[in-house]
């Protein structure tokens, strides 16, 4: 069976410095691809980030990037210059070319202090 | 830019009524998903639709739940009876390809069951 696991329910940081959330995976899959969904207060999901597990170059995207490594099944999202925009609960997801359904992580919530 | 959907944003239902969800996925995608959260927990996945059938199903997606494309926009989810624990936040997801591609999210719909 697949899963996601976030070890950090919360974390917080300090405005413009750097943060980093964990997320682990289980899957017996070759190819698979790893998210990362922001959910604000509004609770609408907000894709931030996608990595596909064939690509061994981490994704940035602006702010964010990943840390993957594919040996230790470990995908963890840093978010640079936090912004307060970035307070929210993230949640780390995975999908497999055999299915088409995202399993999610519990999430992580974070809280960037002014 | 494109987006999903969703409406209402809340529903109040008495328990052992019927409700009906609609969402309008993004007009060149073809795969549409509901995925659920009951509120301080994780995302939930419940159904995959593509080509106008059920292309996968989770456990919770029982007799009582089915989902129609009633037309080329919408994407309905219906739950026949509600229950108490059917109380979450209800998301609708589209992607332009299965597996591996990007799903973008609704706001969601928040259902009460009394």
């Known amino acids: 069976a697949q899963t996601v696991t976030q070890s950090q329910p919360e974390m917080s940081v300090q405005e413009a410095e750097t943060v980093t959330l964990s997320c682990t995976y289980d899957?017996?899959?070759?190819?698979?691809?790893l998210f990362w969904y922001k959910q604000p207060p509004s609770r609408q999901m907000i894709l931030v980030i996608r990595?596909?597990?064939?690509?061994?170059q981490n994704a940035t995207e602006n702010r964010f990037s990943v840390n993957f490594q594919k040996a230790a099944k470990s995908f963890s999202l840093k978010i640079s210059d936090s912004q307060l925009g970035d307070t929210a609960m993230y949640f780390c997801?995975?999908?497999?070319?055999?299915?088409?359904?995202?399993?999610f992580g519990s999430g992580t919530r974070l809280l960037v202090r002014p | 830019e494109p987006e999903v959907t969703q409406t209402p944003s809340h529903q109040v239902t008495q328990m052992g009524q019927e409700v009906i969800l609609r969402c309008v996925p993004i007009?060149?995608?073809?795969?549409f998903y509901w995925y659920r959260q009951i509120l301080g927990q994780k995302v939930e996945f419940l159904v995959s639709?593509?080509?106008?059938?059920?292309?996968?199903k989770s456990e919770i997606f029982d007799d009582q739940f089915s989902v129609e494309r009633p037309d080329g926009s919408n994407f309905t989810l219906k739950i026949r009876s509600t229950k108490l624990e059917d109380s979450a936040m209800y998301f609708c997801?589209?992607?332009?390809?299965?597996?591996?591609?990007?799903?973008?999210f609704g706001p969601g719909t928040r259902l009460t069951v009394t």
């Open positions: 007009s060149n995608h073809l795969y």
């Open positions: 990595q596909e597990a064939y690509k061994q």
């Open positions: 997801a995975l999908t497999m070319d055999s299915s088409y359904k995202l399993i």
């Open positions: 899957t017996s899959e070759n190819n698979y691809y």
């Open positions: 639709f593509y080509n106008n059938e059920i292309s996968e």
């Open positions: 997801a589209s992607s332009q390809d299965f597996g591996g591609r990007e799903q973008y």
